[in-house]
């Protein structure tokens, strides 16, 4: 069984910057797609940025592209959202999500529906 636990969510001014953890307890991790997305009230959740098992592909939403970056470090089970330039439209609970159907595949999943598993979520809050 995977759980995900993500952390480093708070709340900032517009701007500033946070980098968001997600800790995956599952054994395949290290060979899984991994993803972050965000729902903001009152709205559908969104795709924010993926990366392929390896962190040789990456692909971002067009709302965060040029102020995101998702990385992994597979000796710790861990991915990372670092988050630049955050505005107040990023306000959301973010989740990370691992993909287990395509182990150690090139194809990094763009949809919340290719998504195996979810964590509970991390609450990012930009002031303006």
């Known amino acids: 069984q995977v759980q995900l636990v993500e952390s480093g969510g708070g709340l900032v001014q517009a701007g500033a910057s946070l980098r968001l953890s997600c800790v995956a307890s599952?054994?395949?991790?290290?060979?899984?797609?991994m993803g972050w997305f965000r729902q903001a009230p009152g709205k559908e959740r969104e795709f924010v940025a993926t990366i392929t098992w390896s962190g040789r592909r990456t692909y971002y939403g067009d709302s965060v592209k040029g102020r995101f970056t998702i990385s992994r470090d597979n000796a710790k089970n861990t991915v990372y959202l670092q988050m630049n330039s955050l505005e107040p439209e990023d306000t959301a609970v973010y989740y990370c999500a691992e993909d287990t159907s395509l182990p150690n595949s090139d194809y990094a999943p763009i949809t919340e529906h290719e998504y195996d598993y979810w964590g509970q979520g991390t609450q990012v809050t930009v002031s303006s």
């Open positions: 599952g054994r395949t991790f290290r060979r899984d797609a």
